[in-house]
RNA sequence: GGAGGGAUGCCCGAGUGGCUAAAGGGGACGGGCUGUAAACCCGUUGGCUAUGCCUACGUUGGUUCGAAUCCAACUCCCUCCA
């Protein structure tokens, strides 16, 4: 690991953030005289940011914690392009409208890990299509498109990938790369914003940048990427059975976020920690080191401290509680995901089938029998056996609870009211 | 505008008249082993008021006792030419 002079590099780099830097000696020497000001863009597509997008998140955080300037760049402007890195073919395009909805939602999130205001170190948040929908295509074509390269926008990996497939690349989509190089000059321009970071597959864009502000401005500019997310087996980070592990509470509870940091691989412990954590580094070497069953105590800690960026202290602490009392004490947590039904309904006798799919441990009532069928399904932990089970009042214990499993994680709570 | 190719279940992909709710793989879910891990092994994977019924191979019609499969028109996509 590279000595550095600046908090920031240092700080980046013992926690692993760093994959690629443009110009290590130069982004130090700029961290160490002053105030860096740096920015990340985010897309509009979806309502909520999800795991895969933390790990930038997190770099802005540090960078402020370092005593830098964080921009959000949301991707208003851009979004209405779509970027193509990385995906083999276009995505639909998202009316305006949605696009703004998502900016809105996204926006939340970042409160809980940045510091807003207008001091010198306090982060922004910005939308590039201010200054995007108001380019003239004529005079942008001539002052920024002449110094791009087709043959060199070619080579690019986010381009190649799709002609070398013989997919479809619109030329709308060809556009994203000069407009997030035209982002970091605006940025520049208007903020000082010296440095971009991202993901790894970013690269090639931010470079762009940097090439189009020593072009036109005559601008030192900087990339910083991280490697792409994944786990230790390869998997893409964020994914789960459900779809992606969103940040918004509302699309993701705090119990499922647990649950999903909960269940991370004995080999990523280490690496999480230190990239999704605060946990001091002498405390992660610690935790590193243990073995076995033992790790699952670095898990709880992963798990609650995460959780608690995202949700809180007091949700995440819960979380850790419910978790102890359903998994180690096999007993039953109140704090479970609890759904409300009917009990009126109950006293007249509710199939098992049809509760499973209530409590949305199925998806329909085939999906409940299979279940079943298969010894997944228990209800108030036994394993149910019989398919026309009919639930009764009877079966309410702890509080009137009727407690429903599928496998040996997912339980959920139905509470007759 | 011309010539050719394509559209199948969550995804990829086989299937060219009945044996097809549709091979195979991936993913996902459940079980086993374990530590709420990984790897591995086994099972499941359209829906329903269920020994039956309904929906489904781009859309709409047609041929046929019978169509994912044959025919026609249409929609969308790709490649090459102009």
Same mark, same amino acid.
């Given at each position: 690991?590279?000595?550095?002079?600046?908090?920031?590099?240092?700080?980046?780099?013992?926690?692993?953030?760093?994959?690629?830097?443009?110009?290590?000696?130069?982004?130090?020497?700029?961290?160490?005289?002053?105030?860096?000001?740096?920015?990340?863009?985010?897309?509009?597509?979806?309502?909520?940011?999800?795991?895969?997008?933390?790990?930038?998140?997190?770099?802005?955080?540090?960078?402020?914690?370092?005593?830098?300037?964080?921009?959000?760049?949301?991707?208003?402007?851009?979004?209405?392009?779509?970027?193509?890195?990385?995906?083999?073919?276009?995505?639909?395009?998202?009316?305006?409208?949605?696009?703004?909805?998502?900016?809105?939602?996204?926006?939340?999130?970042?409160?809980?890990?940045?510091?807003?205001?207008?001091?010198?170190?306090?982060?922004?948040?910005?939308?590039?299509?201010?200054?995007?929908?108001?380019?003239?295509?004529?005079?942008?074509?001539?002052?920024?498109?002449?110094? +791009?390269?087709? !043959?060199?926008?070619? /080579?690019?990996?986010?381009?190649? @990938?799709? =002609?070398?497939? $013989?997919? %479809? *690349?619109?030329?709308?989509?060809?556009?994203?790369?000069?407009?997030?190089?035209?982002?970091?000059?605006?940025?520049?321009?208007?903020?000082?914003?010296?440095?971009?970071?991202?993901?790894?597959?970013?690269?090639?864009?931010?470079?762009?940048?940097?090439?189009?502000?020593?072009?036109?401005?005559?601008?030192?500019?900087?990339?910083?990427?991280?490697?792409?997310?994944?786990?230790?087996?390869?998997?893409?980070?964020?994914?789960?059975?459900?779809?992606?592990?969103?940040?918004?509470?509302?699309?993701?509870?705090?119990?499922?976020?647990?649950? +999903?940091?909960? !269940?991370?691989?004995? /080999?990523?412990?280490?690496?999480? @920690?230190? =990239?999704?954590? $605060?946990? %001091? *580094?002498?405390?992660?070497?610690?935790?590193?080191?243990?073995?076995?069953?033992?790790?699952?105590?670095?898990?709880?800690?992963?798990?609650?401290?995460?959780?608690?960026?995202?949700?809180?202290?007091?949700?995440?602490?819960?979380?850790?509680?419910?978790?102890?009392?359903?998994?180690?004490?096999?007993?039953?947590?109140?704090?479970?995901?609890?759904?409300?039904?009917?009990?009126?309904?109950?006293?007249?006798?509710?199939?098992?089938?049809?509760?499973?799919?209530?409590?949305?441990?199925?998806?329909?009532?085939?999906?409940?029998?299979?279940?079943?069928?298969?010894?997944?399904?228990?209800?108030?932990?036994?394993?149910?056996?019989?398919?026309?089970?009919?639930?009764?009042?009877?079966?309410?214990?702890?509080?009137?609870?009727?407690?429903?499993?599928?496998?040996?994680?997912?339980?959920?709570?139905?509470?007759?009211?």
């Amino acid at each position: 690991m590279t000595e550095f002079k600046s908090n920031f590099l240092n700080l980046m780099s013992s926690r692993g953030y760093i994959h690629q830097c443009s110009d290590e000696a130069g982004l130090d020497a700029a961290a160490t005289d002053g105030i860096v000001t740096a920015y990340i863009g985010y897309d509009c597509t979806a309502k909520s940011l999800h795991v895969g997008n933390l790990i930038s998140i997190m770099m802005l955080r540090k960078l402020q914690q370092a005593g830098g300037k964080p921009i959000v760049l949301m991707g208003g402007g851009t979004t209405k392009v779509g970027d193509p890195s990385g995906k083999d073919e276009s995505r639909q395009l998202l009316t305006e409208d949605d696009i703004e909805a998502n900016k809105k939602s996204i926006q939340k999130v970042f409160e809980k890990f940045l510091t807003f205001g207008d001091g010198p170190t306090d982060a922004i948040m910005l939308d590039n299509d201010v200054w995007l929908s108001e380019l003239n295509y004529i005079s942008f074509l001539r002052d920024y498109g002449r110094h +791009f390269s087709v !043959n060199r926008m070619l /080579s690019f990996d986010s381009v190649k @990938l799709r =002609l070398d497939r $013989e997919q %479809p *690349l619109s030329f709308l989509e060809f556009n994203y790369m000069i407009l997030q190089a035209y982002d970091f000059l605006e940025l520049y321009r208007r903020h000082g914003c010296t440095l971009q970071m991202g993901g790894s597959d970013q690269w090639g864009n931010i470079i762009n940048g940097i090439e189009l502000g020593r072009r036109t401005d005559q601008a030192q500019l900087y990339a910083l990427t991280t490697e792409l997310l994944t786990t230790s087996s390869g998997a893409k980070m964020g994914k789960t059975a459900q779809g992606a592990v969103w940040l918004d509470a509302d699309m993701l509870s705090a119990w499922e976020y647990w649950q +999903f940091w909960r !269940n991370t691989e004995d /080999s990523d412990v280490g690496r999480f @920690l230190k =990239l999704f954590t $605060e946990c %001091p *580094l002498d405390e992660v070497a610690r935790l590193e080191q243990l073995e076995g069953a033992e790790l699952n105590e670095a898990k709880k800690i992963l798990a609650t401290q995460a959780t608690a960026l995202v949700h809180g202290e007091e949700a995440a602490q819960d979380c850790l509680k419910t978790a102890t009392e359903t998994f180690e004490a096999g007993g039953t947590s109140q704090n479970l995901p609890t759904i409300d039904m009917s009990a009126e309904s109950l006293k007249m006798g509710i199939g098992i089938l049809e509760a499973f799919v209530m409590a949305g441990l199925a998806s329909s009532n085939s999906e409940a029998r299979r279940l079943v069928q298969g010894g997944g399904a228990k209800l108030n932990d036994a394993t149910v056996s019989d398919i026309k089970l009919q639930i009764t009042p009877e079966h309410a214990v702890n509080d009137g609870t009727i407690k429903l499993s599928s496998g040996k994680k997912k339980h959920v709570l139905l509470k007759p009211v």
